[in-house]
């Protein structure tokens, strides 16, 4: 391959000053393999193009609904329900500039990246907790507003927005990043994690 310095694996240039900052036991697996690198970094390819392909679904749907919106939405007086619905709204927005960031930028130091996965992921369980708020609402008014219903419903989602905020900062906390060893694939390789401590809100 024309332009590669260090090395390349079928046509793929691998950096090897990138592969040093991987741990030696992570090394040793089965990902690291010559042909399983390969295979690795089209996984990767592949997860950036179905990001973009979503993305560009999100923002069609968006637009879709945009006239709606400003006919209804925006001159309405401000409630609850109003900045929990603009929160559930443009929250994704942010979702999506993160990850677009993070799959276009090459060479993306550790640090940014554990920033970017951080970010993204409490981003996510911010917009669960405000959807499931909205739900909340709606099945409380379902049921005539009753105290009974309304406390339970509460309580519950408190017990669990807690239990998924500590397994989500367990699950992030065990997630350990490389830099990515070719200039094919932007951001970062995940080289650790206990899925264990993971639980979907």
């Known amino acids: 391959m024309r332009g590669c310095s260090d090395g390349n694996i079928k046509g793929v240039c691998i950096s090897t000053t990138a592969t040093s900052a991987f741990p030696s036991s992570f090394m040793n697996t ?3 393999a010559t042909s399983s690198i390969v295979a690795e970094l089209f996984e990767s390819r592949i997860r950036t193009y179905l990001r973009f392909a979503s993305s560009a679904v999100f923002i069609y749907d968006y637009l879709l609904t945009l006239g709606r919106e400003i006919r209804y939405i925006w001159p309405a007086e401000w409630s609850i329900v109003k900045v929990l619905y603009i929160l559930t709204r443009y929250l994704a927005f ?5 990850a677009l960031y993070y799959h276009l930028k090459p060479r993306l130091s550790v640090t940014d990246c554990k920033r970017l996965t951080m970010s993204s992921s409490w981003l996510l369980v911010l917009g669960i907790a405000v959807a499931e708020v909205i739900l909340i609402l709606r099945t409380w008014a379902v049921w005539n507003r009753g105290r009974f219903i309304g406390t339970f419903l509460i309580g519950f989602f408190v017990l669990s927005l807690i239990a ?11 997630l350990t990043f490389a830099p990515s060893p070719s200039d094919v694939v932007p951001g970062c390789i995940l080289t650790g994690g206990n899925s264990a401590r993971y639980s979907p809100v």
């Open 30 to 32: 089965h990902i690291f």
């Open 94 to 98: 942010a979702d999506v500039a993160l």
């Open 164 to 174: 998924a905020c500590v397994l989500e900062g367990l699950f992030l906390g065990s």
